[in-house]
């Protein structure tokens, strides 16, 4: 049993962000939604509890709420924004909206600092979202710190274990929150840090052996990113050869990838690994198709029917692999029982096909991507498979605009692998979320050793993203653009021009396609 930091998630944009943060201080973080927080809070070995922000106003009809009693079960909490305003007006304070609204970097001021304000600045910077505030504390609440418009920047009630601050230490705005943070976490509710990576491994192998028993087997699709690359680690040394990884090589895969898995996985791990050579299968298929949406289709399709075919010779096996992570959990529970009103809820299927009727066997569904990524090198995966960049399920086809023929496929691989080599050459792929070549289909007149060219054009791609679902465009050095334009241009035949894409997302997309 880990100490335990359960986050009660009132619809805030940052619920995930605080988890996070609570795990980057070695403390096992679990969000549930309001509905199911008491019975979260009495299930086990509890540290504390953090209330997150929320869009609502505490004192509105239908505001999301949950039993007085959270307040009274002597472990401490900490309320932050709509948290604060919610404990506030549960106890008998008062919240009021307008006034002291409040948005971006704002001067606090801390007058007592308290243990939850140790070691931070009397002045410091912290980030601000409200338009209600507290007006009234409750009985047995002081003041810890204001600001300019807010009166109640942080309160507590020691004796109560009850702390709140109005700001948001999770936002990396905040300059203090890390601290601020630490200190709930380590002094106030005692928490020593006890999630390793190192630990859970062992954890979770144990849980994969546990759930599958002694005779059951895994059948696991194998995609080379990081997710399932880990969760067949820990499958394989769980259960070492009752674990069958299918791995299809689509034709659509970077130059590298398929040899980087069947070294790591096969070699190096001895899973029982079926590697599936369908070049063939799937450029025969999108032969003629140009429509972005169409080729899409076509290949989640062919995906599905290969593992069909494929499942058929395992058909003892009851467990099906998957590299579910946190963030599609927290999504897909804030959709079903929390009030954060979330678009989609995320399947993490890898186009496996739904009806195979086998058990799910999903070891990082409690773990963000950062943890995973940790989890991977513990388990002896290489660094450059763990520390990879995301690449999509539709592979180059999605970067190859038009019909992607063997022949163009072959250009755009090549003229990849030369992005990213030159990227990585200069280490200028650190902190770039994806960095990569597109076939743009755009054809121009060049000159080469005195003779006309009309070939295509490739453009360089490079974001800087937290989640892929905004993105900034990167501008590598010029050095860099020149040795990828002058490789590209002299060393792939077919492209005689290359361009650099400063699209930001939005409006553009991080792919083309
Ligand atoms: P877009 O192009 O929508 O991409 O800005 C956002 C992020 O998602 C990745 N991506 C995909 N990943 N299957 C995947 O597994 C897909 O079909 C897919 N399409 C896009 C993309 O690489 C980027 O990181």
């Known amino acids: 049993m880990h100490e335990r930091i359960l986050i009660v998630d009132f619809g805030s944009q940052y619920t995930q962000l605080i988890a996070r943060r609570v795990r980057e201080h070695q403390v096992f973080s679990e969000v549930v939604p309001p509905s199911q927080a008491l019975e979260a809070a009495k299930n086990g070995d509890l540290h504390g509890i953090i209330l997150s922000g929320g869009p609502a106003s505490a004192y509105s009809e239908g505001a999301p709420t949950m039993p007085a009693e959270m307040l009274s079960l002597g472990v401490p909490i900490l309320g932050i924004c709509y948290g604060m305003q919610w404990m506030c007006e549960t106890l008998g304070g008062e919240v009021l909206p307008g006034e002291s609204r409040e948005f971006g970097f704002t ?13 931070v600045a009397a002045s410091t910077v912290v980030w601000m ?19 300019a418009h807010c009166p109640e920047g942080a309160i507590a009630n020691p004796e109560a274990k009850l702390y709140a601050l109005q700001f948001h230490p999770e936002v990396g705005h ?12 380590r002094h106030i509710c005692g928490c020593q840090g006890d999630w390793t990576p190192r630990d859970l491994a062992e ?18 699709g194998l995609s080379g990113g990081v997710d399932s690359s880990v969760v067949g680690a820990i499958c394989q040394k769980a259960i070492g050869a009752r674990c069958h990884a299918i791995f299809v090589d689509n034709g659509l895969l ?62 003892g096996a009851k ?11 927290i999504e897909s529970v804030a959709a079903h029982g929390g009030p954060t009103a979330v678009i989609k809820s995320h399947h993490n299927v890898g186009g496996l096909p739904e009806d195979l009727e086998m058990d799910l066997v ?23 498979m763990v520390g990879r960049q995301p690449f999509p399920g539709p592979g180059l086809a999605v970067r190859c605009v038009g019909e992607c023929t063997p022949q163009r496929v072959r250009i755009l691989r090549e003229a990849d692998r030369i992005v990213r080599e030159e990227f990585e050459a200069r280490d200028e792929h650190h902190g770039v979320w994806q960095y990569f070549a597109v076939l743009t289909g755009a054809r121009s007149v060049g000159v080469m050793g005195d003779q006309r060219t009309y070939e295509e054009a490739c453009a360089i791609r490079a974001v800087q993203s937290n989640d892929g679902m905004t993105a900034d465009w990167v501008y590598p050095s010029r050095d860099c653009l020149q040795a990828i334009s002058s490789r590209v241009i002299n060393q792939v035949r077919g492209i005689n021009r290359v361009v650099l894409d400063i699209t930001s997302k939005p409006p553009g997309t991080i792919e083309w396609e």
């Open 129 to 147: 979202s409200h338009g209600d505030h507290v007006s009234r504390l409750p009985e047995g609440f002081s003041r810890l710190a204001h600001s």
């Open 254 to 315: 970077r130059a590298g990838e398929r040899e980087m898995v069947e070294t790591a996985f096969r070699d190096h791990f001895e899973l029982d690994l079926t590697v599936i050579d369908a070049a063939d299968r799937f450029l025969n298929r999108l032969a003629g198709v140009t429509d972005p949406e169409e080729k899409r289709k076509h290949i989640g399709y062919e995906f599905v029917e290969i593992f069909r075919e494929q499942a058929k010779r395992f058909s």
């Open 174 to 185: 905040t300059a203090e929150g890390q601290r601020i943070l630490q200190n709930f976490l």
């Open 107 to 119: 001067e606090l001021e801390v007058t007592e600092a308290g243990e939850l304000f140790a070691g």
């Open 203 to 220: 954890e979770l192998i144990q849980s994969v052996q546990d759930q599958v028993g002694p005779d059951g087997e895994i059948v696991l």
């Open 319 to 329: 467990f099906l692999g998957q590299g579910t992570l946190y963030p599609d959990v």
């Open 362 to 384: 999903e070891p990082l569904r409690l773990l963000f991507k950062d943890e995973v990524r940790a989890l991977g090198l513990v388990l002896g995966l290489p660094a450059e």
